[in-house]
Structures are given as C-alpha cells and as structure tokens.
C-alpha cells in the first residue's frame, strides 16, 4: 500500500468504526452486558444492546468479545514535565525549559497509551505542557488532552515551582500573566507540601487576599482556579476566596467538607503520592525528611476522607504524576486508595471519569458512553466494578475516535 493510500484508509478508520460484543460501564454502572458502540467522525454515533450491531457501511470492526469499554480515563492532577523520579521537583527546578518539554512529551504519549486520554496539568518548569498542548491539540502530536496551568503561583520561598508572587496586586498580575500566555485555568499553592528539608504541609504560605485576586482573575477570564492545599486555614482561606478545586485537602474539616458541597467545590485527593512514597520509603532511595510527612498526611487524610464522602463533595480522580516514585502510566494505586478510602467501585469510576470531566469543564465532550461524546474510549480485561485491577490491563485507547494502541484483533 503506498502512502496516499495508507493515509486515506488512515483517515476512513478513523470516520467509521464499530466496536461490537462489549462489556458497557460508565459512572451510571453497566449499561450493557453485550454493548456495540459505532464510532463516526470521531465522535459515539449510536450504541445498542444485544445481538444487533447497529451500521452497516462502517470501515472497521472490532470484536471486543469478553472485554469491557469504558469512557477514557481522565487524570486531574499531573505533572507532565517531571519525571517521577527520587527527587523530580529538585530536578524540574535545574533543567531547562527544552528539557522540560521534552519530558512532558514522552510522559504525555505513555499516558495516552495508558488509557488516559484526558488530564490537567497542574504546572511545570515554564509554559512548555501549553506549547505540547497545542501541538497534540493540532495533531502534530500524541497525546492526551491537555488542559494545563502553565506555571503555579507560589509565595517566595513557598513549595514547588513556577511563579512567585507576593501580596494580592502580584499574584494579580501573575495570574494574568497565566491569563495572557494561555493558561486554561490558574493554580495556585495556598499551603507548604513534600519537598525540603523542614517544609510542613500545613504551614499556610498564601493568604485570603492572595487567594481572593487569583480567583477573581481566573472567574473574570472564565477559568477556573485550583489550590493547592493540605492545611485547615489554607483550605478554610481558600473556600473564602472562591477556589473552585482543593488538591490534596490532607486536614479536611467537616465544616469545610459541608461547605464545598454546598458550593459546588471539588476534591482531588493524591492518595497515590502520598502512598508510594510511604510504602516506598528510604530503602528506595527516598530522603526521610520526605518519608515521615508522606506517612503523617496520608493517616490524616484517609481519616478525614471520610467528611468530604459523608458530605456529599465532589470527588475528582487525580495522582500527583511526576512526584516521586510516582509514574504517569499508574492508573491503580490511586484507585485502590480511593476504595480503602472507603469509595464504591462505581464512584471511583466516576471519579475517574465523568466528575473529573465536569472538573475540567469538558463533561459536554467527555466522560461518559452517550452518542453525540467524543470517541475517547478505553477496552480493559475484566470487569472494573468487580476488580479495579481491570483498569490497568488495557487492550485498546481510542482518541476522537482515532485508535492510539491497538492489540485487539479486528473482526
């Protein structure tokens, strides 16, 4: 086949496609135990139940028998420009931008391979996740779908990296500068993290009136803000300011629980990062000063968990990819956190589906199996809903209806 011809098949693939004789699961449950879902322009065409497959002129067709069909799993909270390894934060801050990029886009199309076909990127060295954004958006790339930060906004001598701003008229300014360069939502850092020596988690390091400009930026642009937070102030201060997502939110109150349900206001948990860095400890080259904290908030968060479930807050699925140890691929330790947690099978599939689509602002796109979504698909062995070990054995991803790995024989 020369090359004209493999490019119009190519792009033929792509327009038609039916995938027959699968498991159906979204965050409603299974929809189907024999599912046929017709992929057209990229696009769920039509999906029927039973022995009837619906089309009749399509390109390509796959059996999925025995397999089950998902929508594409959505990563909230990612670091695409760091490289999960002992000390990724310390190396992120001595690399330059190039690097940096050339990082994000390797850890961008193994990420897609791994189902993910989504994800939020939560900062990096520069701008360089919104220049790879634009480049897989264009399809000069792959990848997922990239919403990203470009830089967050930290205090001086504040965790992380990225923008430091002081005071509400510089974290202003930082945030539109975010605004200018592309950013599709701010992020700020309100609390201490993981990451030298003497760093506490807790320590607040961004105020009310800091936290208040950022939102007002971002809600003024029609962006969205995120805080970082693992304190009780910081979380307190930054439900005060308008943040529209709490990341980690280690010392979760019930008062603050009730209140981000009753505004609407996300969590992203990070068990994972937390996790492996506890399990992982110093005999893998970890430094204690990270290994004690990590152990310290992962009790407090399991424990206080339980308020924002008992509340009824949104719960998006997110992993911190890129911290230590912490690889972008890793689709299983959060989810299993997240049901020692004490979440339902069908709510951590939500979570890392349908909530974290409405997190990003693209649940009008993605995030669950109904015609008119974009044909971001994932077929896994086994049953999700019966073991969450399904979730990492993945046979096939689709993109917009464009297959980005393909074992699966086709019918």
Known sequence: MDDCCALLWKEVSRMSLLLKNARLIDWRGVLAENGHVLVRDGKISHIETGDTAPGSDVARVIDCGGLTLLPGFINGHVHLSMDSSVHPMNRLASQDSHAALLCAARNAREMLSAGFTTVRDCGGKSNEVLCLRDFISAGQMEGPRIIGCGQAILATGGHFTGRV?????????????????????????????????????????????ELTESARVAHAQNRRVAAHCHGAEGIADSLRAGIDSIEHGTFLSQTAAEMMAERGVFLVPTFAAYSIISDRGTDAGLAPYLVEPARQVLDAKMSRFAYALSAGVKIAYGTDAGSPLNPHTDVLTEAKQMQDAGMSSVDIVAALTVRCAELLGVETSVGCLMPGKEADLVLVEGNPLKDLTSLARVRMVLKHGKIAKNPVKEA
Not at 185 to 207: D, H, N, S, W, Y
């Open 165 to 209: 701003a002081d005071g509400p008229c510089d974290v202003r300014k930082a945030a539109r500068e975010m605004v200018h360069m592309g950013a599709d939502f701010i992020k700020v850092m309100a609390t201490g993290g993981l990451g030298r020596p003497g760093e506490m988690p807790g320590a607040q390091e961004m105020f009310l009136d």
